[in-house]
């Protein structure tokens, strides 16, 4: 008789319990490769081109028009919907992000105007 009938379903638990330990574990490396996919493919270059042109246009708009955010949001084309927008009045400065993927930044200076910055 082996230990498994003399305890009843012995190994099975210990089955369960390290699929339990294991699971969060495969999960967390699944998505995390999923991320690194996403952002490091035609995806995220897309999402950095997307915001790179957002935070252009709107610090254009913001700071060398002088025009109102709501009014600067009417600007944007079709399919950047998904691009946030933040407005930094005390360094005049536009940040333009697509969730997890990209961030990139535009800055007003006024004998240049709006200059996108690296990364």
């Known amino acids: ?15 369960r319990r ?12 699944l ?10 493919s035609s995806t995220g270059k897309q999402a950095a081109l997307g915001a790179g042109y957002i935070a252009h246009v709107v610090c254009s708009c913001r700071y060398v028009g002088n025009r109102e955010m709501a009014s600067c949001r009417t600007d944007f084309e079709a399919g950047t919907e998904i691009v946030r ?7 005049q400065t536009i940040t333009a992000s697509v969730p997890l993927l990209a961030k990139r930044r535009a800055v007003y200076e006024p004998e240049f105007g709006c200059t996108l910055l690296e990364g």
């Open 85 to 91: 927008v933040e407005d930094d009045v005390a360094r």
């Open 1 to 15: 008789m082996n230990a498994s009938t003399v305890n009843g379903d012995a190994g099975g638990r210990t089955g």
């Open 18 to 29: 390290r699929w339990l330990l294991w699971a969060p574990v495969l999960a967390m490396c």
């Open 31 to 40: 998505l995390a490769g999923g991320w690194f996919g996403l952002k490091y």
